[in-house]
């Protein structure tokens, strides 16, 4: 079992930047693929961002490209998601989660509590 705490989120200003931390429990965190999703009220969950157990392969979706930065450090258990650039389209509830692939799409198996990103314009 693993334990997910995100943290950092808040409300900025259109064009500003927020970093999202998410810290884990347990001791195999470096054996997780990790992915941040999103969600907007009224609307579909949202894959922004995974990075897999070394960090050296990433995936973001073709609206945060460029602009968000997905990244972890094993032994903090913690993985990030720096965010610049910020559009009001990027308000949403944050997740950090564990993710697996099964028959080719992202499964979520732990997820976090939540932070909110709130972008005014």
């Known amino acids: 079992q693993v334990q997910l705490v995100e943290s950092g989120g808040g409300l900025v200003q259109a064009g500003g930047s927020l970093r999202l931390s998410c810290t884990a429990s347990?001791?195999?965190?470096?054996?997780?693929?990790m992915a941040w999703v999103r969600q907007a009220p009224g609307k579909e969950r949202e894959r922004v961002a995974s990075?897999?157990?070394?960090?050296?392969?990433?995936y973001y979706a073709d609206n945060v490209k460029g602009r968000f930065t997905i990244s972890r450090d094993n032994a903090k258990n913690t993985v990030y998601l720096q965010m610049n650039s910020l559009k009001p389209e990027d308000t949403a509830l944050y997740y950090c989660?564990?993710?697996?692939?099964?028959?080719?799409?992202?499964?979520?198996?732990?997820w976090g509590q939540g932070t909110q990103v709130t972008v005014s314009s």
């Open positions: 347990g001791r195999t965190f470096n054996t997780y693929y």
């Open positions: 989660a564990t993710e697996r692939t099964v028959a080719g799409s992202a499964v979520w198996d732990y």
């Open positions: 990075i897999n157990w070394s960090g050296y392969t990433t």
